[in-house]
C-alpha cells in the first residue's frame, strides 16, 4: 500500500508543478528577476502549499504513527551549521543560473529535451559526489544518521 | 507583472501541498525531492523502492499535463539557448548544494516551512537571496 500511496503523492506533485508552470525554467527565472519584468506567480505556488501543508502538518504529526508505517521520519538534527548555509547559497546560484531546481529536473525527463538530459546528469552526479564524501566524514554521517536530510 | 498567472499558481500550488500531505499521512514521509532522491545512493539503506516510485511518478505527472495540452502547445521546458556549460555548471551547484544543505525548494521550502524548521526557515531564506541575485548579476 505504501507503494501506491507513494507513487500516487508522486503523480499529483509533478502534475502539480506542471500546472504550476514550475516546470517552465523561464517562469522561474522571471520570478526570480525582481527588478526586471518580475512575474510574482510562484510566490502564490508557495503560498497556496503552505495554506494546506501548514495546517495538514499539525494535525498529521499529532498522530501517533503514519497509515502506513510505524513512525514518522522527521528530520530532527536541529544546527544551524555551515554545511547549511554554504550547500543552501551553492543551490541558490545554481537555480539562478538555470531556473532548475530537483522537482522539475526529475519531472521535465519524460520530455526528453537536451537541456533536461544535461541538467539531471549534472544533477545526479553532485548528488552522488557529496553521498559519497559524507560517508567518509563521521561528523557529516551522523547528522545525516539522526536523519539530517529532508 | 503582465505574465503573472494567478488561477494556475494557485490550482498547482494547491496540488502540491495536498500531494505533501499525503505522503505525510500516509508514508510518514517529507516530499522533499531532493532528499528522496539522495536517499537512493546511501548505503546500507534498503528503501529504495518508495522513492524510486515517488521519482516515477513525478515523471509520470508530467507526461500527464503534457497530454492534456492541445497539439498546438509546445511545451517551456527549455532555456532559450542551451548552453551546455552552463546547464552542467548549475546542475552540479544544485546537486552539490541541496544534498549538503539537506534539502531543495520542496524539503525546506514547503515541508521544513510547515513545521516552522529554523533550519528550513534559514535555508530558505538563503536559496530565494542567492538565486535572485545570481539572476540579477547575470542580467548586468
Aim: contains cysteine; positive net charge; charged residues 10%.
Amino acid at each position: 500500500m505504501k507503494i501506491f500511496t507513494a507513487l500516487f503523492s508522486g503523480i499529483l506533485f509533478g502534475l502539480g508543478l506542471s500546472v504550476a508552470q514550475m516546470t517552465d525554467p523561464l517562469k522561474v527565472l522571471s520570478f526570480l528577476d525582481i527588478t526586471g519584468n518580475w512575474d510574482p506567480s510562484l510566490a502564490l505556488v508557495m503560498a497556496s502549499a503552505l495554506l494546506i501543508n501548514i495546517p495538514a502538518s499539525m494535525y498529521i504529526l499529532r498522530q501517533s504513527k503514519p497509515v502506513y508505517g510505524h513512525k514518522f521520519h522527521i528530520p530532527v538534527y536541529k544546527l544551524i551549521d555551515l554545511k547549511l548555509v554554504a550547500g543552501s547559497v551553492l543551490f541558490g546560484i545554481g537555480w539562478g543560473l538555470s531556473g532548475y531546481c530537483p522537482g522539475p529536473i526529475v519531472t521535465n525527463i519524460g520530455a526528453g529535451s537536451e537541456t533536461v538530459f544535461w541538467m539531471f546528469g549534472s544533477y545526479a552526479v553532485g548528488t552522488i559526489l557529496v553521498v559519497k564524501l559524507t560517508d567518509l566524514l563521521p561528523r557529516w554521517r551522523l547528522a545525516r544518521s539522526i536523519e539530517g536530510t529532508v | 507583472m503582465e505574465n503573472f498567472t494567478p488561477i494556475s499558481a494557485l490550482a498547482g500550488g494547491t496540488m502540491l501541498g495536498l500531494a505533501t500531505a499525503l505522503l505525510l499521512w500516509s508514508n510518514g514521509r517529507v516530499a522533499g525531492i531532493s532528499g528522496i532522491f539522495s536517499g537512493l545512493f546511501v548505503h546500507g539503506r534498503s528503501d529504495w523502492a518508495w522513492r524510486a516510485v515517488f521519482l516515477i511518478g513525478l515523471v509520470i505527472g508530467g507526461l500527464i499535463h503534457q497530454s492534456m495540452l492541445p497539439p498546438e502547445v509546445t511545451l517551456d521546458i527549455d532555456v532559450v539557448k542551451p548552453d551546455v556549460a552552463l546547464l552542467v555548471v548549475s546542475g552540479l551547484l544544485v546537486g552539490v548544494g541541496v544534498t549538503l544543505g539537506a534539502g531543495c525548494t520542496s524539503g525546506h521550502g514547503i515541508c521544513g516551512l510547515s513545521r516552522f524548521s529554523p533550519r528550513s526557515i534559514v535555508a530558505t531564506i538563503l536559496f530565494m537571496i542567492t538565486a535572485m541575485l545570481t539572476v540579477f548579476i547575470v542580467a548586468l
